[in-house]
């Protein structure tokens, strides 16, 4: 447009050749930046991250970047810590042994998120269990997850195992043309912090969760903090209750997150602190899960509305609970 304007009025006539090389140089500039797109921004993540960014990628839906130091391994997805692996173990324990405690029988699990698969590494230590469904939407989150030596000692190569059918698409969409049965629902997605993510905690959502669910099955849903985003988790919690479930929520302490937020739910079935948990955990025992089941009061329950797809009403209460953290 600019080159067009240029040569259409002829006041333009004197000033030609300067604009013509200043455009040209500019658009030299938006190439070089597009070649070079993911240099400068591996080049700027290792300015901007505190450890050494050992892998960074964008994909078609996020980016991710792999941090390291003489402690810990760190997962960022659009630059928010998603685990450190000095303490991810305390959040997936507690994601996935009080709900599995009690489920002896279970054979069939449903994992939605979780492309990590440390979420199923836990799983993957009850026998019993013969088909594990990882949902996920990207896929190049579940690859370097099935690939890189150093992740996979994380994972346990749990994304390897032939008991774990991993699935690369839209959750939403998965669970509407799902016809199966589960015994246990493992929800582990990102926090609602915008309108694509708040759509996996509306109402709707639940209610095809209540459908896949065996009779005396389990969920649990992934809930953010209950201190920090306190409106956030009870409206989850209230949302899931909406369509049937009968809830407990419980939380527990992540050093790398503070206090961190769940919801267990089940139809008909009564859940107990009373199931055999498997050997080795390093977190997880009867004593620990009776005390998760405590809120103090700064954390106890507060009302609030229902989350819709109409509404969208979590991302709103998510973004008052954390802005005064966004920085």
Request: proline share 4%; hydrophobic share 40%; glycine share 6%.
């Amino acid at each position: 447009m600019a080159f067009l304007l240029l040569y259409k009025f002829k006041e333009t006539k004197n000033y030609r050749t300067r604009f013509v090389v200043i455009m040209m140089l500019t658009t030299l500039g938006f190439i070089a930046g597009f070649v070079y797109a993911e240099k400068i921004m591996s080049y700027s993540e290792g300015m901007t991250f505190q450890d050494k960014v050992i892998y960074s990628k964008t994909t078609q839906y996020q980016r991710i970047v792999l941090t390291k130091n003489s402690r810990e391994l760190r997962l960022f997805l659009n630059g928010n810590l998603q685990f450190s692996s000095a303490d991810e173990y305390r959040y997936h324990e507690a994601l996935i042994h009080p709900a599995m405690q009690g489920q002896p029988n279970a054979h069939r699990v449903l994992v939605l998120g979780g492309g990590d698969g440390l979420a199923v590494r836990e799983l993957l230590k009850y026998p019993q269990l013969t088909s594990i469904k990882l949902v996920d939407l990207d896929p190049g989150m579940t690859n370097i997850f099935k690939k890189n030596e150093m992740l996979l000692q994380l994972n346990k190569r749990s994304l390897l195992s032939p008991r774990v059918n991993v699935i690369n698409t839209d959750a939403y969409n998965y669970v509407r043309n799902d016809s199966g049965s589960y015994n246990v629902i493992i929800i582990d997605f990102p926090d609602p912090s915008n309108y694509s993510v708040g759509k996996l905690y509306t109402n709707a959502f639940y209610k095809e969760i209540y459908r896949l669910l065996a009779d005396n099955g389990v969920v649990v849903v992934q809930s953010t903090s209950p201190y920090i985003g306190r409106r956030s988790f009870w409206c989850i919690d209230h949302t899931v209750a909406s369509v049937g479930f009968h809830t407990i929520p419980y939380h527990v302490y992540v050093p790398s997150f503070g206090e961190w937020g769940y919801i267990l739910a089940t139809k008909n079935y009564s859940w107990k602190n009373e199931g055999q948990l498997p050997a080795g955990l390093r977190y997880i025992n009867t004593a620990t899960i009776n005390d998760m089941m405590f809120f103090p009061p700064d954390m106890q329950e507060e009302e609030t509305e229902i989350n819709k797809l109409n509404n969208q009403v979590l991302v709103h209460y998510f973004e008052k609970d954390w802005g005064p953290y966004a920085h």
